[in-house]
């Protein structure tokens, strides 16, 4: 599986945006996605997770609320719609996939990882 994230730029605080992540292979459809996010000098961050058939969702506690993940498997595709965004949201995103069936929180659970796209939010 290759995942490539999008939709990453500069918005203002309060504003929003909408990542994808967009996968190859046939088998995407079965497989949970996450995503992560790492702000300048801090580590990887648990973001927002689905499992593969769209009914289980997890989000980290510092984005309930403001961001909702979902996914189109028809299309290969994750989203994440982040409203309200903060200066503390700015971060480079990443999306990742395992073909386990929980909401995965954690980044070992997943084997394949997008290359990332920047979201920055200016105050």
């Known amino acids: 599986v290759q995942l490539q994230a999008s939709g990453g730029g500069l918005v203002q605080a309060g504003g929003s945006l909408r990542l994808s992540c967009a996968a190859s292979?046939?088998?995407?459809?079965?497989?949970?996605t996450g995503w992560f996010r790492q702000a300048p000098g801090k580590d990887r961050e648990f973001v927002a997770s689905?499992?593969?058939?769209?009914?289980?969702?997890y989000y980290a506690d510092s984005v309930k609320g403001r961001f909702t993940i979902s996914r189109d498997n028809a299309k290969n595709t994750v989203y994440l719609q982040m409203n309200s965004l903060k200066p503390e949201d700015t971060a480079v995103y990443y999306c990742?996939?395992?073909?386990?069936?929980?909401?995965?929180?954690?980044?070992?659970?997943?084997?394949?990882w997008g290359q990332g796209t920047l979201v920055t939010v200016s105050s």
């Open positions: 689905i499992q593969w058939t769209g009914r289980r969702t």
């Open positions: 292979g046939r088998t995407f459809g079965t497989y949970t």
């Open positions: 990742a996939a395992c073909s386990g069936s929980y909401p995965y929180t954690d980044m070992d659970s997943y084997d394949y």
